[in-house]
């Protein structure tokens, strides 16, 4: 069964540094996001990304994350300067159709735990 | 502002069947979804409603009620992997999912 595949599993980094977080959506989906999870509290979304540009992004995604789609395959969140904040659960997931049209459900990555330090 | 609520954590038998609620104030609507996340992985879809009414999908059922705000998920025939934390999300008008706390549910034998 196809699946989300994210890397690393675990990132450990000092508190202004940039870590790129990485995903491999499912193959012939076309809508991908990310979401953070920080430990015990709720998922949080951050930002969807469609047809090579954000569609749409919440309060939480400020300057410091940028997202990108590099090649056919890869989908990565950047931070610029981490901060200790940033610390969470990072989750990517994909969609079969744009989240406006035929809804589908979300297919999750296992998620990058970063750990600001 | 935007509000989903769930209870905290719930407690049931193996073999019974347990009822999680969902209420949510959000800016528009186009659907709810139920996912279940074990401890420290993924969320996993289980369950998608947009029209009032009860979707049921094997020993898992979803039942929604736009005007009331609110949707529960019923869980018959418990098994001990059932043990995890039950979350509510609606997708608002932006087609942003919105996330509930979670319901952490405990089965016991």
């Known amino acids: 069964e196809p699946e989300v595949t994210q890397t690393p599993s675990h990132q450990v980094t000092q508190m202004g540094q940039e870590v790129i977080l990485r995903c491999v959506p499912i193959s012939n989906h076309l809508y991908f996001y990310w979401y953070r999870q920080i430990l015990g509290q709720k998922v949080e979304f951050l930002v969807s990304?469609?047809?090579?540009?954000?569609?749409?992004k919440s309060e939480i995604f400020d300057d410091q994350f940028s997202v990108e789609r590099p090649d056919g395959s890869n989908f990565t969140l950047k931070i610029r300067s981490t901060k200790l904040e940033d610390s969470a659960m990072y989750f990517c997931?994909?969609?079969?159709?744009?989240?406006?049209?035929?809804?589908?459900?979300?297919?999750f990555g296992p998620g990058t735990r970063l750990t600001v330090t | 502002g935007q509000n989903i609520d769930q209870p905290t954590e719930m407690t049931a038998t193996e073999g019974a069947i347990v009822q999680i609620n969902c209420t949510y104030q959000t800016s528009g609507f186009n659907g709810l979804f139920w996912y279940q996340q074990h401890a420290g992985e993924a969320p996993t879809f289980l369950s998608y409603?947009?029209l009032d009414g009860l979707e049921e999908k094997g020993r898992f059922s979803s039942f929604l009620s736009r005007s009331k705000g609110y949707s529960y998920l019923l869980l018959k025939e418990l098994q001990m992997k059932d043990s995890a934390s039950y979350l509510c999300a609606v997708l608002d008008s932006n087609y942003q999912l919105i996330w509930g706390a979670g319901t952490k549910l405990i089965i016991k034998p």
């Open positions: 997931a994909s969609s079969e159709t744009p989240a406006s049209g035929r809804v589908t459900e979300q297919y």
């Open positions: 990304f469609y047809n090579n540009e954000i569609s749409e």
């Open positions: 409603n947009v």
